[in-house]
């Protein structure tokens, strides 16, 4: 791979990107708008601000990478501050457009607001309390891109994935210097809510074969999310050294496809949640050599 290429890679953390796919996706399967073909090409926004977050991420935390991370795009030399910006800013008129053309008004303003959540998040929260809550929001707003006009019957999902993102997010601040068993044990909590929302029945086809079928589905990517991403921030309270803080983060981030194949599945799409989970271990395996955190 180029040089120049493997750094842009690297600074947009370009295999973590497969782990928001499932978001719209699972938004239009509880909104019932799975069968609408513009709603397929929704994951391109969620990728598009995700990245964006990333390059941006980068731009805003360069002083402090440079001390802590010196291996990173910006503060090795590979990446100018004024490219990584100009990659954020792009990739994010690019996520709102696509959102635009492929959703309408509605999709448009939700992207907008998941933008300006990314932006906020990067250059304001992150070093406060509320950098959790921060990232928690703009994943449940990635889950509601995908509703359509019908946000209130994605709101289930969008919380299961903001609590996951709470935790996740939490437990990530302890990536240099350590966590707490306290922080810990709450990212934990997050995992075990999560994966019963995921897993309970509901309204949604059952009584049906199909229902049924993508109930038993549903708590089976529950039950597979629950048991790995549990156990790592397991060892990260049992233990709450940075390592296990930075494995913990990592495996919670791959784990967002897990759960939203599980999210998929319950509201009767189990075919996609299966397509979607099949990217779990290619994302494994490209973050041996492309961090994702």
Not at 80 to 109: D, F, H, I, K, Y
Not at 222 to 249: F, I
Request: proline letters at 6%.
């Amino acid at each position: 791979m180029n040089v120049r290429v493997r750094s842009l890679v690297r600074l947009v953390r370009l295999p973590a990107a497969l782990s928001v796919l499932g978001d719209a996706l699972t938004g239009a399967a509880a909104a019932g708008r799975l069968r609408e073909p513009r709603t397929w090409a929704l994951p391109l926004s969620s990728v598009c601000l995700y990245w964006a977050g990333m390059a941006l991420n980068d731009y805003a935390d360069r002083g402090l990478d440079a001390v802590e991370r010196p291996e990173r795009p910006i503060p090795s030399g590979a990446v100018a501050p004024g490219e990584a910006l100009a990659v954020a800013s792009g990739l994010t008129v690019a996520g709102v457009g696509v959102a635009a053309l492929t959703g309408g008004r509605r999709t448009a303003l939700v992207a907008s607001a998941l933008a300006a959540t990314v932006w906020t998040y990067d250059l304001v929260l992150k070093r406060t309390r509320l950098s959790p809550l921060g990232m928690a929001t703009a994943r449940g707003l990635d889950v509601l891109l995908g509703a359509g006009d019908r946000p209130g019957r994605a709101v289930r999902p969008a919380v299961a994935m903001a609590v996951h993102t709470l935790g996740v997010t939490a437990l990530s601040r302890g990536e240099v210097h350590g966590t707490r068993p306290e922080v810990a044990a709450g990212s934990l909590a997050c995992t075990l809510a999560g994966s019963v929302v995921a897993a309970l029945p509901g309204r949604e086809g059952s009584g049906s074969p199909r229902g049924a079928a993508g109930e038993v589905i549903a708590g089976m990517f529950a039950g597979v999310y629950a048991g790995t991403v549990g156990l790592a921030q397991w060892r990260a309270l049992t233990d709450p050294t940075a390592e296990h803080a930075r494995e913990a983060t990592g495996v919670g981030i791959r784990g967002m496809i897990p759960l939203q194949a599980a999210l998929l599945s319950r509201y009767g799409a189990p075919v996609p949640a299966c397509a979607l989970a099949v990217g779990a271990p290619v994302v494994s395996r490209a973050s041996r050599r492309v961090a994702v955190t």
